[in-house]
């Protein structure tokens, strides 16, 4: 349930791959501006997430997740790409590159599964992640702090 203020966020379903694509890119931009109240707003009220240990239920206790995620994942990079599609579901494949506040580097791998209400917010994310050390000079996503460069390989170009 949609509260007044929400507009529809196109694309909505039922997806195509080329709008499952639009739909997982902007979702990515949105995730690397690590901005938590930003991204919570692309979720309904009420959306049920579950992330690594932790299950927030609707925009705010999203939004508390995503600052404490950012305020411990420093340089946070993220590319998403789209794995499958299906009416009001995507299914996607992503890797994050980040530290900690003692200069550890780490690239975490996923797959999430999504899915929309008809005005295009996720009202259900499923998401597994896991972390591997890595060293400074094994890091492959540069760019600066925000969305990735269009020129910038994905994971399939990347060999992710």
Do not use: C
Not at 70 to 75: Q, S
Not at 101 to 115: I, V
Not at 120 to 129: D, K, L, P
């Amino acid at each position: 349930m949609n509260t007044p203020l929400d507009t529809p966020r196109p694309p909505l379903p039922p997806f195509t791959r080329e709008t499952a694509t639009q739909k997982v890119r902007m979702a990515e931009d949105a995730w690397n501006t690590r901005d938590p109240q930003r991204v919570a707003l692309a979720y309904t009220p009420d959306s049920r997430w579950r992330n690594r240990s932790e299950f927030p239920r609707g925009r705010e206790q999203i939004r508390q997740l995503l600052e404490r995620k950012w305020a411990r994942e420093l340089d946070y990079r993220l590319i998403k790409e789209l794995w499958a599609h299906d009416g009001h579901r995507i299914a996607v494949r992503f890797a994050y590159e980040w530290h900690d506040d003692a200069g550890n580097w780490f690239r975490s791998y996923g797959n999430e599964n999504w899915e929309f209400d008809a005005d295009g917010y996720m009202a259900v994310r499923h998401a597994s992640i896991n972390d591997k050390p890595i060293q400074a000079h094994e890091r492959l996503f540069h760019w600066p702090q925000g969305p990735r460069p269009a020129e910038h390989p994905g994971l399939s170009e990347l060999g992710l």
